[in-house]
């Protein structure tokens, strides 16, 4: 234990191995319900339900643990939002590809950006992309949450004349999704731990007492994880129109680590006297192989969660708050029954809150300038209107490329933009 609490310099930062269980107890009930959601975003790619539990949790396990041991950082992993929604939604069932391919997309990302934390390309990418375009991407990747969780409960549904129209929100489905978000939102402004899945299981048990959902039981083993491990198809990826799939993910996987980091690391005081944040390539390295190994195991990508923010807030300093976090998503295995006992219209009033976190990114806009807002908003509205998390990039990128050369401003435009909107224009195109 001596030589643990030496590794993790718990006496340095004033920790110890109780602050830092309790620590990794919230940050695990903060974003325990990825175990559900994920599954059930993925399992409407035709995925295995079962499997994807288990792999998400595995996943989120390995994560966890090499971001403490190795990073240092009290960041917890799992497969993340955004992503596991442009996995189903965007790769598969929008452009069509098997769930098989886009595993080996996440995988060919995942080894990519290990490239890009080992080499200084990664802080200049970071570093290239305009901060604004940033915070579209991010806003748009919430409100694409957004219709996706509407559209699963029912709360919106097609139409012939106008594209989209509420649904009958007196019928239970949606009416327990919308309910289930303002408990989930009312219950996290009160900071109250787990107040995602806190609502997600209030609205559940209704659903099981109303005979609305199945209550599949609590406890058993494990199910089997064979349905999705190591079924990618590199093969199939061998594709031109999967460059921009994997292009799509690994922006996305490092901006959302990025920002994670910097916020967390802050908030913790894991920063240098430069304000540089401590020990970063090894938290980049961890994150990125998180991801590759993810993959293999049959999920999208992972990532860091900013609910790691909720230990920090519990008193976690350290690495070992990480390494909590991860015995606690092996614990989780073995509540299978349970996760998939949860019905849509639960999950959903937690995409929605979560869409709701991400959107506020854009409040951060520089709104006076519009070749720096117009194609932000861009960005963000084309997500959720095309469906497509990778075409509102694109038409991000190009947008900004763009309005900066026809305003005369186009030394602003950093080369990686006009290189990353060359290849969309190529994709929308040729594809």
Not at 333 to 349: E, H, W
């Amino acid at each position: 234990m001596d030589k643990i609490a030496e590794y993790f310099q718990l006496k340095q930062v004033g920790s110890s191995f109780t602050k830092e269980a309790i620590a990794g107890l919230t940050t695990f009930l903060a974003m325990a319900y990825i175990t559900v959601v994920n599954p059930a975003i993925l399992s409407d790619a035709g995925m295995d339900f079962g499997a994807v539990f288990v792999a998400t949790c595995l996943a989120a396990a390995i994560g966890c643990a090499l971001m403490g041991v190795l990073g240092k950082y009290p960041i917890a992993q799992a497969p993340g939002m955004g992503q596991n929604a442009f996995f189903t939604y965007a790769v598969v069932l929008g452009m069509g590809h098997t769930w098989q391919v886009a595993l080996a997309a996440v995988f060919l990302s995942g080894i990519l950006f290990i490239v890009l934390s080992v080499l200084p390309i990664r802080e200049w990418l970071i570093n290239s992309i305009p901060k604004n375009l940033k915070l579209g991407i991010s806003a748009g990747i919430g409100l694409f949450l957004g219709i996706i969780a509407l559209k699963n409960a029912g709360v919106v549904v097609d139409s012939p004349a106008t594209l989209v129209q509420l649904g009958d929100l007196t019928a239970f489905g949606p009416f327990m999704c919308l309910a289930g978000f303002a408990i989930i939102a009312s219950l996290s402004q009160r900071k109250t731990t787990g107040a995602v899945i806190i609502g997600m299981l209030v609205v559940t048990v209704i659903g099981w007492l109303s005979g609305q959902a199945d209550f599949k039981g609590i406890i058993s083993a494990p199910p089997s994880l064979s349905p999705v491990l190591l079924q990618l198809d590199l093969v199939g990826a061998l594709n031109i129109s999967i460059v921009t799939v994997v292009i799509t993910m690994l922006i996305v996987d490092v901006f959302d680590t990025a920002g994670t980091l910097v916020a967390v690391a802050n908030r913790a005081g894991l920063v240098d006297e430069e304000g540089k944040l401590k020990n970063l390539k090894k938290s980049l390295l961890s994150d990125s192989t998180a991801t590759a190994v993810g993959a293999l195991l049959g999920t999208s990508s992972t990532t860091s969660f900013i609910e790691s923010a909720a230990g920090v807030e519990a008193g976690g300093r350290t690495g070992l708050t990480a390494v909590f976090c991860a015995f606690f998503f092996l614990l989780c295995l073995f509540f299978s029954p349970l996760a998939q006992s949860i019905p849509s219209y639960a999950t959903s009033a937690a995409l929605l809150f979560v869409a709701c976190l991400m959107t506020r990114s854009l409040a951060d806009v520089q709104w006076s300038d519009h070749t720096e807002s117009a194609p932000a908003v861009i960005a963000a509205i084309a997500m959720p209107l095309g469906y497509s998390v990778a075409d509102g990039i694109g038409l991000g990128f190009i947008s900004y490329a763009a309005i900066k050369l026809l305003s005369f401003r186009a030394k602003e435009c950093p080369p990686v933009v006009y290189v990353v909107a060359l290849i969309f224009i190529g994709k929308f195109a040729f594809l």
